[in-house]
């Protein structure tokens, strides 16, 4: 899987290659041909396992859910989302590939039908905790929050004058009157 992201990560989906990956994984092809009958479903799987990874990666200390949800705390939460783009632009661009890709190959559409559900339940989760929100509440957030940081993410990739800090400052001001409105 590492290799896998790897090479796709570096050549992206078109140019890599199965033989490349088990090159740089130093397996025989037919290894990864046996787990993966074909290309599309190996790169859903990294896709699953990095998306697991990701939402591991929000780890929110107590302090940072302690207090007022000001514009501040809000934007403290933010940080690891936005911090993805930054420090891990190939994984943006993977991501879209791959939503291109399930859009094309219904074999693959399953795969990140599930991956994003999971993304958004543990959304669900992590807006509950630091929010105390209602379920209903997060649940109806975490596709928001979820399109938000995929879109913010290409914007920044797309577009090397975006200013990505300042949206993610609006975003944490716009998201953190909501939060106290609802919270009233």
């Not at 928001?144 to 001001?173: N, W």
Request: glycine share 4%; with cysteine; aromatic share 10%.
């Amino acid at each position: 899987m590492d290799a896998a992201y790897q090479v796709l990560a570096e050549k992206g989906y078109d140019k890599a290659s199965t033989k490349e990956i088990a090159r740089v994984a130093g397996v025989a092809q037919g290894l990864i041909s046996y787990y993966f009958p074909s290309k599309d479903l190996l790169f859903a799987e990294v896709f699953r396992r990095e998306s697991e990874k990701y939402c591991e990666s929000y780890s929110f200390t107590q302090s940072s859910t302690e207090g007022p949800l000001n514009a501040a705390a809000v934007k403290s939460a933010l940080s690891v989302p936005q911090s993805r783009a930054v420090d891990n632009p190939s994984w943006i661009k993977l991501r879209y590939e791959l939503y291109a890709l399930g859009l094309r190959n219904p074999a693959v559409s399953e795969s990140i039908k599930a991956t994003l559900a999971s993304k958004r339940e543990h959304l669900t989760r992590l807006i509950e905790r630091i929010s105390r929100l209602p379920e209903e509440h997060s649940r109806s957030l975490a596709p928001i929050l979820l399109s938000v940081f995929d879109g913010l993410g290409l914007q920044r990739l797309c577009d090397e004058d975006f200013d990505y800090e300042g949206a993610y400052d609006t975003f944490a001001a716009i998201l953190a009157a909501y939060l106290q409105s609802i919270q009233k």
